[in-house]
Nanobody, 120 residues
């Protein structure tokens, strides 16, 4: 059974920083893409950043230059370093991974979400 455990969310003032982590465990053969999405109240879930198995990254325009996604393949963990946070970054942040289990084709898994609130 695959588990995605997210951590690092919380309340921060505008201009502050947070670092999110998402640790993946289970009978994993290989992990392909890892990424972060967010959903603010009343809005659709949107892509924040992704990172491929080879380290290629993509970012939403709204976070470019402020957020950095990275991954530790040895620990099956993806990180999101968020700097210069703004109130509009307030949302529930979800980890998403595309991976292959030991005896299954590639599939998509989501974390439970972690709240990030940017407010003074």
């Amino acid at each position: 059974q695959v588990q995605l455990v997210e951590s690092g969310g919380g309340l921060v003032q505008p201009g502050g920083s947070l670092r999110l982590s998402c640790a993946v465990s289970g009978p994993i053969r290989s992990i392909y893409s890892m990424g972060w999405y967010r959903q603010a109240p009343g809005k659709q879930r949107e892509l924040v950043a992704t990172i491929s198995s080879g380290g290629t990254t993509t970012y939403a325009d709204s976070v470019k230059g402020r957020f950095t996604i990275s991954r530790d393949n040895a620990k099956n963990t993806v990180f999101l370093q968020m700097n210069s946070l703004k109130p509009e970054d307030t949302a529930v942040y979800y980890c998403k991974v595309i991976l292959m289990l030991l005896a299954s084709p590639p599939n998509t898994f989501w974390g439970q979400g972690t709240q990030v609130t940017v407010s003074s």
